[in-house]
């Protein structure tokens, strides 16, 4: 079981930014998503093992990158001009095992899941 341990969420003005991180257990692909009040967990980034490939919600193109620190096993979701419509808890996810060297967006895909961190953002 691979352990996530997320921080960075908080409570920020409409056009600020934040920065998510998440420190795994390992190397592995990995992910973030969110969920916002009565809706289902929604894709926003993901990033291959290597850091090469990245993957990108189209609601956040331009505005977030997702990054690594392999020598560190943490993941970073780096988050610019934020909108309220951003508001909901963010979860970072690990896929073990691995073997391509993909970008993967898709829930079933991942295997281990963070506890959540909230982000809020407000007009």
């Known amino acids: 079981q691979v352990q996530l341990v997320e921080s960075g969420g908080g409570l920020v003005q409409a056009g600020g930014s934040l920065r998510l991180s998440c420190a795994a257990s390992?190397?592995?692909?990995m992910g973030w998503f969110r969920q916002a009040p009565g809706e289902e967990r929604a894709f926003v980034a993901g990033?291959?093992?290597?850091?090469?490939?990245?993957a990108y919600q189209d609601s956040v193109k331009g505005r977030f990158t997702i990054s690594r620190d392999n020598a560190k096993n943490t993941v970073y979701l780096q988050m610019n001009s934020l909108k309220p419509e951003d508001t909901a808890v963010y979860y970072c996810?690990?896929?073990?095992?691995?073997?391509?060297?993909?970008?993967?967006?898709?829930?079933?895909?991942?295997?281990?899941w963070g506890q959540g961190t909230q982000v809020t953002v407000s007009s």
């Open positions: 996810a690990a896929k073990k095992p691995f073997v391509t060297n993909t970008a993967y967006t898709r829930a079933y895909e991942y295997s281990d």
């Open positions: 390992g190397g592995y692909p």
């Open positions: 990033i291959s093992w290597s850091g090469s490939n990245t």
